[in-house]
């Protein structure tokens, strides 16, 4: 991989996107519905993690498609949510009519259950974020991208994407962000330190805050649920790409002054806390 023309713009608190004030007529109709697709046995948490972040982060609805053992405790946790237990290809599409945002990955498996679920969302020309085992799933090659997609790989995961060694990724960062939004014309976040966003026209940022304490399970899924929920409000990939990264890594940073230890759900409230801070909910 070539070096890059240019460094990526870092991330700050003024260059952020912003979403709109909500007027005071507003309805749950108006900020998208996102729906979640992962969980299999054994990884029901992830699933349920990403869905509460897309809830927390001001989705109009969220909707859980994930293994039928995992209903109960999910609407034990959040009630909020929409549940759906996946029989069957053809009644899943029927329902995946009704969002306006998809999230695939979480807990999804590289099982013939979590293949049959992706390979549903390829046939929808709808906003979609793949995260965790539906990236290693596109890896493999029998999976074709989404066209309107937000993919979020940490190294390991880009390094299958891209067919090269993690070492080869993490050499060249920038290049390698770029050449996945060019492969699979999509939105790249590439985690790690220094966190970049790339997009299919060369546009990179990077952001350098977070805290070594995120290095934990779950962090991933947070990030998935809080990407679904900005688009769902409105914005466009590379926007919510850049908004989302930055509120969980602040919220990382601000967590982990408290050390080792640090949840992932510990993020939700704080992530609440900065996107009013940073995109208030009514116009003062």
Known sequence: MSSPLFEPLPLDFSNLPKLPPRQGTAHKGQFGHVWLLGGDHGMGGAALLAAEAALRAGA???SLMTRAAHLA???????????????????LAQLLQQADVLVAGPGLGQA????????VTTTLDKPQVWDADALNLLAHGDISPAKSLLITPHPGEAARLLRCSVQQIQQD??????????????TVILKGAGTLI???DGDLRRCDRGHPSMAGPGFGDVL????????????????AACLAIWLHA????????????????????????LLEAHSPCLAH
């Open 198 to 200: 790339a997009t299919m």
């Open 73 to 91: 405790p999910a609407l034990t946790r959040m009630p909020e949510l929409m549940t759906h237990s996946a029989d069957s290809s053809y009644a």
């Open 250 to 273: 602040v919220a990382g940073e601000q967590l982990g002054s408290g050390g080792r230890g640090l949840l992932a759900s510990d993020l939700l409230p704080v992530i609440r806390s």
């Open 60 to 62: 109009g609805r969220v």
């Open 224 to 239: 998935a649920g809080l990407l679904g929920a900005l688009l769902a409000q409105g914005m466009v990939d590379f926007e």
């Open 112 to 119: 013939p259950w979590g293949r049959s679920l992706l390979s």
């Open 173 to 186: 960062r920038p290049q390698a962000a770029l050449c996945l939004a060019k492969r699979y014309q999509a």
